[in-house]
């Protein structure tokens, strides 16, 4: 077999001893190993085949590590951790210990920030070129975003700042997607070559050096002739925009052409102000079930490679609706009774299970994009004329507009629901997505209302109870996947009423009281510890705010022995909330023990793993509580 051209790239460096001509052979080499990795491992494959050409081209004309790129999300950069001398590591990718699915700046002296986040790059980009004059050094500054964080609003407020401190940096729109312009063609791809030539530059700048030394004139003769200029590119290419914005716009070109990308890079990198390249791509690009399917190879667990088709093993193995899944077809059940309820999200149709709600009431349905602070706002000025807004979004995203939840919903004591998917471990996507933090945040503000189901038939009680409750912001946070087999179905429990928990299993011994889907592994934490002839208490909080005093209180009373379990940090949680309320009226001699989440950032991996390594299996949870009775 002959060797490849991959097998003798193990850092940037040597990627610059390749001739351009071979750079489309890499690329292809490239492709195989994310598509053959990714189709074992999962993680983000279509915009990560879409970016190898533009990734490939990065790194051959810059002078990495020292020349500094900062990823917007990371979805992309797959190719980058593979050139960057991770390639005999990339098949560990977010596996346990392995690589992470994001640049992580504890991984490799080239991811120069962690990333997981849109519309941050450009921001942070500024910042470390700004940080770069002020200690008058000489390397380049690049960021990379794509179409969808574009949209957020950080990136203008970025732009705006960049063009107006006139730093020295390059913003690389990717646009897989959206397509700002259609404008490729040949005379598109003529003038952007004349344009960002050396020889084009050095004489514009030469001319408007002559120019400006002219008495009164100078200066209005250089302004017409970038207007002329400016003119006639954008015949072709609208980037007037960004030219407001005091970046030089280019492009758009085609980011998949090797050659193109590697010329014009060459040609911009060393003019000295705000650039911004557009650069088109294709999600899936080189995989044509992810050409095909762009959406669907987004995130993907794994597949086969032949077919395209997902592999099913074992923990995606559901024997329920999934809790995702049920609030999607809830809302549509409560939609078709009520026209005031309308549904908004921030990019994540499918993700969010609004996809079929969308379909069915498209006027009452509103993805507003990569922008949860406008998601917010938008939705507060909804309730205010009498509108039901539900807003769904991750738990990790919905972080991002918590000016808007404090200000816009809860100051204003709006009905807005709020539907946290992915609450808690959410797996091999690592501490920028982990949902570990909605309790701590939500908790602290006046008017919300949160609560967590156990399971999904307690999620649809749940939403139709925020919908019915007209006192103010409700909040509802529920996991990826579904619930534990070891739960009882909820169909036959309680109904909900505010401020008021569920008592699951009676006992003597010791009070459980747990959050959401944390009830389902105390339960069977409980049947372990009945072994050891401790009969323990176990109550579903179902309200993490207002809380169940009553409840809680009565059976530490009885058990003198108080356990509280959340899949969410230690510090300002739940736990922390029954603390502050139940201290002043117990005994001085009563066990009481927060089993959470440590205060940490925690790591990529297998969900049901790590619940285990951090103490919130039912077994770690069973020895906890075994170890507290023993003293």
Request: aromatic share 8%; hydrophobic share 40%; net charge neutral.
């Amino acid at each position: 077999m002959a060797e490849r051209l991959l097998d003798s790239i193990n850092s940037p460096a040597d990627l610059k001893k390749l001739s351009v001509d071979k750079l489309p052979v890499l690329a292809q080499e490239i492709r195989e190993l994310i598509i053959n990795t990714v189709a074992s491992s999962g993680g983000h494959l279509a915009s990560s085949l879409g970016a190898v050409e533009l990734i490939t081209g990065l790194h051959y004309c810059l002078n990495t590590p020292e020349d500094i790129i900062i990823w917007d999300v990371g979805h992309q950069a797959y190719a980058h951790k593979i050139l960057t001398g991770r390639k005999d590591r990339f098949p560990t990718l977010r596996k346990a210990g392995g690589l992470s699915g994001f640049p992580n700046k504890y991984e490799s002296e080239y991811d120069v920030f962690t990333t997981g986040h849109g519309s941050t790059s450009i921001s942070t980009a500024l910042g470390i070129a700004s940080a770069r004059d002020l200690e008058n050094k000489n390397y380049k500054v690049v960021a990379v975003i794509g179409d969808a964080s574009f949209g957020g609003g950080m990136a203008f407020e970025a732009l705006n700042h960049a063009g107006h401190l006139h730093k020295n940096m390059l913003v690389i729109l990717n646009d897989n997607e959206m397509s700002i312009s259609k404008s490729v063609g040949a005379l598109s791809k003529y003038l952007n070559r004349i344009i960002t030539a050396p020889a084009y530059n050095r004489i514009r700048k030469d001319v408007e050096g002559l120019l400006s030394r002219v008495p009164r004139f100078g200066f209005r003769v250089i302004r017409s002739a970038r207007r002329l200029e400016e003119g006639l590119k954008n015949l072709l290419v609208p980037g007037m925009l960004f030219e407001e914005l005091g970046f030089r716009y280019f492009g758009p070109i085609d980011g998949n052409d090797i050659t193109t990308v590697v010329n014009t890079l060459k040609n911009i990198i060393g003019l000295n102000e705000p650039i911004l390249l557009h650069v088109l791509t294709k999600k899936g690009k080189g995989y044509s079930f992810a050409e095909k399917g762009p959406e669907k190879f987004h995130g993907v667990s794994s597949f086969d490679v032949d077919t395209g088709e997902k592999v099913a093993i074992a923990k995606d193995i559901v024997p329920e609706e999934g809790f995702t899944k049920a609030f999607g077809n809830k809302i549509i059940e409560i939609a078709r009774e009520d026209k005031r309820i309308v549904a908004i999200t921030a990019a994540m149709p499918e993700g969010t299970g609004l996809d079929k709600f969308a379909n069915l009431f498209p006027d009452r349905f509103f993805d507003v994009g990569m922008a949860e602070q406008h998601a917010v706002g938008f939705a507060a000025g909804l309730a205010k004329a009498g509108f039901k807004p539900v807003v769904a979004i991750y738990s990790t995203f919905l972080q991002r507009s918590y000016d808007q939840i404090f200000h816009d919903v809860c100051l204003q004591n709006l009905n807005v629901i709020f539907m946290l998917d992915r609450a808690g471990l959410v797996g091999e996507d690592g501490p920028t997505h982990h949902g570990a933090f909605d309790m701590s945040y939500i908790r602290n503000l006046p008017n919300i209302v949160s609560m967590a189901p156990k399971d999904e038939e307690e999620l649809k009680s749940m939403l139709s109870w925020a919908v019915s409750y007209s006192k103010g912001p409700v909040a509802i946070r529920y996991p990826r996947g579904t619930s534990y087999a070891f739960m009882p179905s909820s169909k036959n429990s309680l109904p909900i009423n505010y401020g008021k928990g569920e008592l699951l299993k009676e006992g003597k011994d010791a009070t459980m009281v747990s959050v959401g889907y944390m009830s389902n592994i105390a339960l069977e934490a409980a049947s372990f510890l009945l072994k050891d002839g401790i009969d323990a208490e176990v109550i579903n909080a179902r309200f993490i705010k207002p809380i169940d005093m009553e409840l809680v209180g009565q059976s530490v009373l009885k058990t003198g022995r108080l356990f509280t379990i959340e899949e969410g940090v230690s510090i300002g949680g739940f736990g922390s909330g029954v603390l502050e309320l139940i201290i002043d009226k117990i005994e001085k001699d009563t066990i009481i023990k927060n089993i959470a989440l440590p205060d940490k950032f925690i790591e990529h991996g297998d969900r049901q793993a790590l619940l285990d390594k951090y103490g919130l299996s039912s077994k770690k949870i069973a020895e906890a509580i075994k170890k507290e009775w023993q003293k």
